[in-house]
């Protein structure tokens, strides 16, 4: 008799699904990494005047399928200077392959402060010690070394848009407009808005603090009164917003495109995530995934299972022909009595666009306890997901022809080649696979 019955319960669980005879897509081959084996720590605990920055990556693929993966370090003790921090920001750069091909270092004030970017040509940009920094090659030296791109303390945000090509950053000082970033030409910058004292406050604060970004345009949404209305009068399943666009750094040429019932990601200037259909219930919304022109016409619908939603971030291809989103299993949730319920499963769903269908669904830990996160390579063919510190590398591309049907995904250690080993230690794997529909008394 098994002396662990939820490990029995989970491995059951892997058996069959794996036996199934999944479509070869739909049981892609995926790789895992240790972090641990590369230095990494556990972060400290937060700190009461620490911020976790929203939207901080910590793994990007470039466009040769390389995977980055960055984590932070103490590097020393005693004591330590603005110029020589306590910690250091590490990034690392694996081969499709597995082989690690790239180490850098940069000193770091905080655990997560620290963000990794790409441009379009690959070159590797980063957040860390209040700066952003691009990694720069030396044609004289053949070295590389970290130079200043622009100050980027408490309170700075940033945005890329899909194409890598273009960022833009925003300081902590309200009035300050922000900045424009193209990457193709490092370090060009310039500035992008006005603090003209006679924009209206609420103007001033959509042109400099868009919501999402391409290369051509800025992204906000706005609800209007209109949208209030309809929701009270039943029109609308959910108060909805109005999406505005703009071109980068002219507001006054803003236009209003789509009235949307949720929040929006924008693939290019021609399609968006967001949903539009008015008929849709309430408890539908959050699994429906719609993809819309500008005007609001859908160009792609799908309709996750009971129970599941689609949550943010979605990453998605460089053309947005393909996108990555997260799909946690929410039970316990009752409207009613204001119980928002528990996430008990988690997958990464991926889809094709063009296609109008899903093509891979990788299965995650419901829970994390230091950070999930993951990205979509350029050319939609594989997904790097980091989980605290596991990296798993999932190979989307089409597998060959076969005469039978394929009975199950490989899973191997990068490290070593083999087969990924069991262990029972590690919480990740027992949570990644569990059935939340087990009975209690036989998966404790």
Known sequence: MCENLKRCCVWAIVVLICSVGLPAQLAPKVSLLNLRDYGWEAPEPIHPREVDIAGRRSIVIDHEGRVLVGFVVRERTGLVTREQPALASRILRFTPDGKMDLSLSLSTNGWRTNSIYLSDTDQIIARANDNLQFLANSTQTMQRSWK???????????????????????????????????????PGMKPCGTTDEHVEPEDLSFQNDPQAITDEFAYHSKQLKSDMEDYFSHKTPVAGTHIYRWPLCHYEHRVALARVLTGFTILNDNLFIANVDTRTSKEDIFRTLEVISPDGQVKFRYMAADRESFWGPIRSSERGDRIAVDVPTIRGRNETLDVSGHVTARRIAVYDIEAGKEI?????????????????????????????????????????????????????????????????????????????????????
């Open 360 to 444: 891979g669904s990788i299965p995650v830990s419901p829970k994390h306890r230091y950070r999930y996160e993951f990205d979509l390579s350029p050319d939609g063919e594989s997904l790097a997901v980091l989980e605290d510190d596991i990296v798993k590398v999932v190979d989307l591309k089409p597998a060959p022809p076969v005469d039978k049907p394929v009975e199950h995904g490989d899973t191997v250690d990068l490290k070593n080649g083999k087969p990924a080993p069991d262990n029972p230690d590690r919480s990740y794997q027992t949570e990644t696979v569990a059935d939340p529909d087990c009975e209690q008394s036989s998966c404790p």
């Open 148 to 186: 200043t791109l622009a100050p980027c303390a408490f309170g700075c945000r940033i945005w890329q848009s899909p194409s890598r090509r273009t960022l833009l950053l925003r300081t902590r000082q309200a009035s300050a407009p922000p900045a424009i970033i193209s990457t193709s030409a490092l």
